[in-house]
């Protein structure tokens, strides 16, 4: 994850927004993805952006800037459920992905 | 429908010991990933096949680590003579190979050495 930068901590209470950024270095980027994962459990995907912009997908948005190799992950109205660890990962070809080390949320009550 | 499947979820082996880890891909995805997770950091990226093909072999370590799909489905990553420091999440994930395309998890094989 030496390519990818995230924040390795972040605290919310619940129905809070929160927003986890990323920052990368690559060459031949194709997209940057957002991954969620639950203690002991497997990664499952949020998010993609190829291009520069918002794309929202319920309560989770997901935002890419390409000229500045930069991404965030926003959460709305978050839930205690969405305690878990956030991977940004960025995409060169044929979907092989690159990830971070991940930014812990605590969602608090 | 089933998800990616990987066995066995857990594997205890004494150091200097052969290893076999296996995948079984979502029916359809072309492409198969594998990586490992240590705790607290991300997954790292070991080796992707687009059908039969390694495509992306850049991530295996050192020789001892070895993976395959012989017909373009099912995987098994292979580490040979393992260390303690192999010990680790084994993740495969698959795909239908796009760039856009999502990676789909399995829950992983938890590989400690001894």
């Known amino acids: 994850g030496q390519s990818l930068e995230q924040p390795s901590e972040v605290t919310a209470v619940e129905g809070a927004i929160v927003q986890i950024n990323c920052t990368y270095q690559t060459s031949g980027f194709y997209g940057l993805s957002w991954y969620q994962q639950h203690d002991g459990g497997a990664p499952t995907f949020l998010s993609y952006?190829?291009?520069?912009g918002l794309e929202e997908t319920g309560r989770f948005s997901s935002f890419l800037s390409r000229s500045d190799s930069y991404g965030y992950l926003l959460l709305q109205e978050l839930q205690m459920k969405d305690s878990a660890s956030y991977f940004c990962a960025y995409n060169t070809n044929a979907g092989k992905s690159t990830f971070g080390d991940g930014t812990t949320l605590t969602v608090k009550p | 429908g089933a998800g990616v499947s990987q066995t066995p979820s857990n594997k205890v082996t004494e150091k200097g010991k052969y290893v076999e880890l296996r995948c079984d891909p979502i029916?359809?995805?072309?492409?198969l990933y594998w990586y490992r997770q240590s705790l607290g950091q991300g997954p790292e990226f070991l080796i992707y096949f687009q059908g039969t093909g390694a495509a992306d072999d850049s991530g295996l370590p050192n020789d001892r680590f070895f993976a395959v799909r012989p017909e373009g489905s099912v995987s098994t990553l292979k580490i040979q003579r393992t260390e303690r420091g192999d010990s680790a999440v084994y993740l495969c994930?698959?795909?239908?190979?796009?760039?856009?395309?999502?990676?789909?998890f399995g829950n992983g094989t938890r590989l400690t050495v001894t």
């Open positions: 994930a698959s795909s239908f190979g796009q760039n856009n395309s999502p990676l789909h």
């Open positions: 952006n190829a291009l520069d």
């Open positions: 029916s359809g995805h072309t492409a």
